[in-house]
């Protein structure tokens, strides 16, 4: 069975820190990419992160570059969010997703709809 597990998750305070991790089982881990998005509530679920198991290529939405990294371990297959600089807009809960992404310089899909496995979420909660 594939399963993604997030963990992680917490409360902080403005300008803390947090890693998530999302422990992948049941596919094989490095032809996928994994997305990282968030739901606050109310608001639609939006990206945030992303990488490609096959070559480690990596982006974030512009919100959080500079302040969230996204890394993988093909060995542990496990992906972490290291998120500094916390804010509290940056409270929501936190989910991982996989997608078909195989070979070098494969495409990264940022639709959640693309995403095939979903992991459940992990609260991550900033206060001010």
């Known amino acids: 069975d594939v399963q993604l597990q997030a963990s992680g998750g917490g409360s902080v305070q403005a300008g803390g820190s947090l890693r998530l991790s999302c422990a992948a089982s049941g596919f094989t881990f490095d032809e996928y990419a994994i997305g990282w998005f968030r739901q606050a509530p109310g608001k639609e679920r939006e990206g945030v992160s992303y990488?490609?198991?096959?070559?480690?290529?990596?982006f974030h939405t512009d919100s959080v570059k500079g302040r969230f990294a996204v890394s993988s371990d093909n060995a542990e297959n496990t992906v972490y969010l290291q998120m500094n600089s916390l804010k509290p807009e940056d409270t929501a809960v936190y989910y991982c997703?996989?997608?078909?992404?195989?070979?070098?310089?494969?495409?990264?899909?940022?639709?959640?709809?693309?995403?095939?496995?979903w992991g459940q979420g992990t609260q991550v909660t900033v206060s001010s």
């Open positions: 990488i490609s198991n096959s070559d480690h290529r990596t």
């Open positions: 997703a996989a997608v078909f992404c195989s070979g070098f310089g494969c495409y990264i899909n940022t639709d959640p709809h693309a995403y095939y496995y």
